[in-house]
C-alpha cells in the first residue's frame, strides 16, 4: 500500500506499460528462438533449459506485474473513496454559518459546552442551539462522531 500513497491522478501507471512490455518481449523472444535461432540449432537439453528459464522468467514477470497491478487498483479505489468522502465533507461545512463553524473548530480542540461559552460569549442554550444545527447539518448525533469525522 505505501508504494502506491503517493500516486498522482494523471500519472500513467506504470503497471500497465509494464504488462504490456512483458508480453510484447515473450512474443519477440519466442520469435527469435523458434524462427531465427531454433530451427539452426540442434533442440538439446541445453536448449529446453534456456527455454524452460526463458519462460519461467517471464511468468515470474508477469505474476509479480499482476499483483502491482492488482495492489494499485486497491489504493487507487481507496483515493477515490477518501476523495468523495472529503468532498461530501466538504459540501456538508459550507452549509454551517459563520458562529457554527466557530463553535465546531472549539469543539474539534475537545473544549466544554462551558469553555466554548465563555470564549464565544453566549449563553448555554444558544451554544446547545448551534451544535444541534451542526448535527443536523453534518448527519452526526453526538460529539464523538464529529471528532471521529474529522480525527
Given at each position: 500500500?505505501?508504494?502506491?500513497?503517493?500516486?498522482?491522478?494523471?500519472?500513467?501507471?506504470?503497471?500497465?506499460?509494464?504488462?504490456?512490455?512483458i508480453m510484447i518481449i515473450f512474443i519477440a523472444s519466442n520469435y527469435i528462438v523458434f524462427a531465427e535461432i531454433g530451427p539452426k540449432l540442434e533442440w538439446n537439453i541445453s536448449?529446453?533449459?534456456f527455454y524452460a528459464l526463458l519462460i519461467l522468467g517471464f511468468g515470474i514477470s508477469w505474476i509479480y506485474?499482476?499483483?502491482?497491478?492488482?495492489e494499485y487498483k486497491k489504493v487507487k479505489a481507496v483515493?477515490?473513496?477518501?476523495?468523495?468522502?472529503?468532498?461530501?465533507?466538504?459540501?456538508?461545512?459550507?452549509t454551517?454559518?459563520?458562529?457554527?463553524?466557530?463553535?465546531?473548530?472549539l469543539i474539534l480542540q475537545g473544549k466544554s459546552n462551558q469553555q466554548i461559552c465563555d470564549e464565544l460569549f453566549i449563553s448555554l442554550s444558544t451554544l446547545k442551539s448551534h451544535i444541534n444545527h451542526i448535527y443536523h447539518k453534518m448527519e452526526v448525533k453526538r460529539r464523538q462522531e464529529i471528532m471521529a469525522l474529522f480525527g
Open positions: 500500500m505505501k508504494l502506491f500513497s503517493k500516486i498522482k491522478e494523471n500519472q500513467l501507471p506504470l503497471h500497465g506499460i509494464m504488462l504490456s512490455s536448449f529446453s533449459w506485474t499482476g499483483a502491482i497491478n492488482k483515493l477515490s473513496e477518501s476523495k468523495s468522502a472529503e468532498a461530501a465533507i466538504q459540501g456538508k461545512l459550507k454551517l454559518s459563520r458562529k457554527e463553524r466557530e463553535v465546531l473548530h
